[in-house]
Nanobody, 121 residues
Framework: QAQVVESGGGLVEPGGSLRLSCSVSGLYFNIYDMNWYRQAPGEQRELVATFTRGGITNYADSVKGRFTISRDNDKSMVYLQMNSLKPEDTALYYC???????????????WGQGTQVTVSS
């Protein structure tokens, strides 16, 4: 059974930093694209950062230059380093493992329960 578990959230002042971690088990981590999403109260879930299985990273415009996604395939871990945090970064942050079988048009998605990040003075 696949399991995705986030950690590292908390309360931080504006301008501060946090590092989120995501531990994945029960699946072949190396073939999955790994994503961080976030959802603020009353808002839709937003894709924040992606680290593909091929080594490509992408970021939402709102976090470019401030957030860095990384992954460790040996440990089945993915991280999100968040610097220069702003109050608008406040949200529940989710880790997602995504895999697509193009020929079969099948997708696999596994989600964690989320970790809360609150940026406030």
């Amino acid at each position: 059974q696949a399991q995705v578990v986030e950690s590292g959230g908390g309360l931080v002042e504006p301008g501060g930093s946090l590092r989120l971690s995501c531990s994945v088990s029960g699946l072949y981590f190396n073939i999955y694209d790994m994503n961080w999403y976030r959802q603020a109260p009353g808002e839709q879930r937003e894709l924040v950062a992606t680290f593909t299985r091929g080594g490509i990273t992408n970021y939402a415009d709102s976090v470019k230059g401030r957030f860095t996604i990384s992954r460790d395939n040996d440990k089945s871990m993915v991280y999100l380093q968040m610097n220069s945090l702003k109050p608008e970064d406040t949200a529940l942050y989710y880790c997602n493992a995504h895999y697509t079988i193009l020929l079969e048009k099948r997708e696999f998605d596994y989600w964690g329960q989320g970790t809360q990040v609150t940026v406030s003075s």
